[in-house]
């Protein structure tokens, strides 16, 4: 263990001793206090202080760019207007369609599209990403209709993190439909039609394939961010982040009673969460071992993986194992880990959320990746090309590039697809690293009375005479 557990003790015995363990006095005849300040971090400070370190891979600005989003949604004059033109498209109204056929003819072309995509594929058992009207049904509330995103700010519990989660996947699109419909201007019903209906399919929206659909400059950056595949990516990790690590140990944060036994000891929830995000979730046709130690001195994350090694003289795979990925089965292997920490009734909504959590990701990294732009954003696709430079141009483009670099590799959905997996992989090393950090005194709290400690004064003895509660 890298530090002794007893120094995060905060009542033993200050006074200091000679060597026959008795107390030194002063010069007034009272014991000579050598002070020993214990200081320890809320644990709510310290949750959101620990979220606001989880993006490492994600651009700089981010973060900031979903609190100025949440923020122009949240408005008083868009909010109103996006989620009910939102719950007219997908919660089908009478009066409405009768007033308009603009709706009708938007779920039309949706379902029109779909269907094509699915016709054409089925004879070959491939696969389309376009969504059909009762797939985004299914993120809406029949009766409340599309829920706002919470407001959110830089100092509020990790606040921009669930925001962020509610801008992810369909709720996103379907956030970019209402403010588009809200915003956008157009020469006829036709353009907008098939404008607002591309947000939903495949490709998503192309600003180059509707160059008459034009939004207001207020909008357009809000509405970019929206339907941006790399944006769409971030939000996917951050609503991962928010799912799997920042609501369940806020929650656990405000137990008034159950706090300390669940984020404290060998059966706590933070060695639990670093056992899934370092084994349970991910899959792998090779070996992987874990260190055989005491349970205590054991890195909850410490799972060893055999990996391939590349042989670049014959461009062959050695049989030595196999590279990793997201494992979309994993919800098992998950609820097993929680059920040793929770009982059933603790908050079924978070920890069905951690449970598919992957199962929520994977869907959303496969419609990202068949999109039309680039899936990583700018800050990742530096770290990329720093990290593999062989794989990328050196005259500043950072181009992919194949065997002869100056051919340029194209970016099919598997490469898409396993870009998007690795940065999720290597953003999850930085998610890791800050869960040890954040509750490196929680994994030594009950084991401290396994090592014994002393100080060149001589041993120290454990008293209440001196503690400060």
Known sequence: MDANPACYWPCYDQRVEDEKGDPILD???????????????????KQHNGASR?????????????????????????????????????IPNAKKDSETALYTN?????????????????????????????????????????????????????????????????????????????????????IEVNALASIFSETGFVAAQHPDFVLAPGASGCFKFL??????????????????????????????N???KHMMGMGSFPRALLRIL?????????????????????????????????????????????????????????????????????????????????????????????????????TTWEIFAALHPHLYSQDGSNRLVKANPSETMVETFPIKLAQLIFMFKLNLIGVIREVKDVHRRDFRAWTASWVAWSRPSGPVRLSTANASW
């Open 227 to 256: 339907v941006s595949p790399s944006a769409k990516a971030q939000l996917a990790i951050v609503q991962f982040i928010s799912r799997a690590v920042v609501d369940p140990l806020l929650a656990i944060a405000n137990e008034p």
């Open 258 to 260: 159950l706090c300390s």
């Open 278 to 378: 370092s084994d349970r979730i991910w899959t792998t046709f090779g070996k992987r071992s874990r260190p055989a130690k005491i349970g205590h001195r054991i890195d909850p994350a410490a799972t060893v993986w055999s990996c391939r090694s590349w042989t670049p003289v014959t461009r062959s795979v050695k049989r030595c194992g196999t590279l990793r990925t997201l494992n979309p089965n994993c919800g098992p292997a998950v609820r097993r880990e929680l059920q040793n920490v929770f009982t059933a009734d603790w908050h079924p909504a978070i920890q069905d959320g951690i449970v598919a959590a992957v199962e929520v990701l994977l869907p959303q990294f496969q419609r990202i990746a068949a999109m039309h732009d680039r899936a990583i954003p700018d």
């Open 106 to 190: 938007i779920r039309a072309t949706i379902d029109r599209v779909a269907a094509l995509a699915a016709s054409a594929l089925a004879s070959k058992n491939g696969r389309h990403f376009n969504l059909s009207m009762q797939q985004i049904r299914l993120f809406v509330d029949p009766v409340m209709g599309l829920p706002a995103p919470a407001p959110c700010a830089q100092v509020r519990w990790a606040t921009v993190e669930k925001s962020g989660a509610s801008l992810s996947g369909v709720p996103g699109d379907l956030f970019a439909f209402g403010l588009a419909r809200l915003r956008g201007y157009e020469k006829t019903e036709a």
């Open 54 to 90: 989880m993006h490492g891979l994600l651009d700089r600005e981010f973060m900031a760019t979903i609190i100025s989003v949440v923020k122009y949604l949240l408005n008083s004059n868009v909010m109103g207007f996006v989620k009910a033109f939102a719950d007219s498209l997908t």
């Open 27 to 45: 010069e007034a005849g009272k014991p000579v206090i050598e002070e020993t300040g214990v200081c320890l971090q809320c644990i709510s400070h």
